[in-house]
């Protein structure tokens, strides 16, 4: 369960689903560069080509399985009351701050394996980001419950407290919820005074 002011990392089955996507695309990209050896190899055009082309493969897919582990060790994420932050990467390390006043929407995305995993990704849009095709600026990966964490988000940028639900214990008093009361109070007594004006002509 993600407690609001504590680090929280992707679920456990987003390892295995990059696993499967890490050594799909390291066999992908093997077979168009390595494919014509063992095409090569039926013809008779050389089994030493072969054995080092299969060597290559054995040892691009160690080290698949090697970031795997390194990456999710690396990724991690924060929620406060006025932001989240991100931090990921094996070998370029990268880190961002986003304030709940810049986000403007916050979109669910779910493959046809991610669902086989249960797990879904928070694609987050801000004001003013300049990715291309409306790419997000922060993308939160292998979430298995999304729907909590995008609620406690989206009750940030509207200004309200979170449900007790998402952040697992009862919901903290902020300034923005404060300001929020304060300004609810004032509409109403203003609303009362012009009524006993009115009663009063």
Known sequence: MIQLGEDF?????YKPYLAIATILLIAFIWALCF???FIGDIFGLGASIAIAAAVI???CLVFGVV???LYYKSVVYHLNETEMTWKRGVWFRKTGIVPYNRITNVDIVQGPVMRIFGISNLKIQTAGY???NGSAEISL???EEPEPLRALIMDFVRGTAPSPAA???A???TAQTTANADMTALIAEVAAIRKLLEERK
Do not use: R
């Open 141 to 143: 990966e292998g979430i």
């Open 67 to 69: 970031w795997v582990v």
């Open 35 to 37: 494919g014509w050896v």
């Open 130 to 132: 300049s990715g291309t």
């Open 171 to 173: 919901p903290k008093v």
């Open 167 to 169: 952040t697992g214990g």
């Open 57 to 59: 493969l054995i040892a």
């Open 9 to 13: 990392k992707p679920s456990l089955k």
